[in-house]
Each structure stands twice: as C-alpha cells, then as structure tokens.
C-alpha cells in the first residue's frame, strides 16, 4: 500500500463517517418535526376504528392526574 492509497483510504473513511454522521441528524430532525405537526388521520368514515382514543387527548393534563391521585395513609394501632 503506498501513500496515495492510504490518503484515498482515509479521505473516504472520514467523508463517509461525516456523511452518516448527517444522514442520522437529518432523520432526528425529520422524526422532531413529524412528532410536533403530525396529527391523526382518520381513514374510517363512519367513525373510529374499534380500540382509537375517542377522547381527542394525546396526553394527561394536570387535573386528570390530580382527579387519579390518592393521598397516602398511615394506619395507627395502639394495643394496651
């Protein structure tokens, strides 16, 4: 192996790094733009599929998770 083939070597083992190095941020940055804008699409006209969320809601707001909350008790037993 002489000198220009090792440089070759080299040169193409970087730009090909750097260009899955791009490839993977271009896919996060298509998949967070997805994630933000996407928004359900029903295909079934009469109404939803059997086992779809019904209510419209993707995530729990803070009433719901204080309607489900429940407070810790502490039994006290005293025997004489």
Not at 53 to 76: C, I, L, S, W
Request: proline residues 6%.
């Amino acid at each position: 192996m002489d000198i220009e083939q090792a440089s070759n070597f080299l040169i193409g083992s970087l730009l090909n790094s750097i260009g899955f190095v791009v490839i993977c941020i271009a896919i996060t940055v298509v998949n967070n733009v997805f994630a933000k804008y996407w928004k359900p699409v029903n295909l079934w006209y009469f109404g939803p599929l059997p086992g779809q969320d019904t209510t419209g809601r993707r995530f729990e707001t803070p009433a719901d998770m204080q309607a489900q909350k429940v407070e810790p008790t502490v039994e006290t037993t005293t025997t004489k």
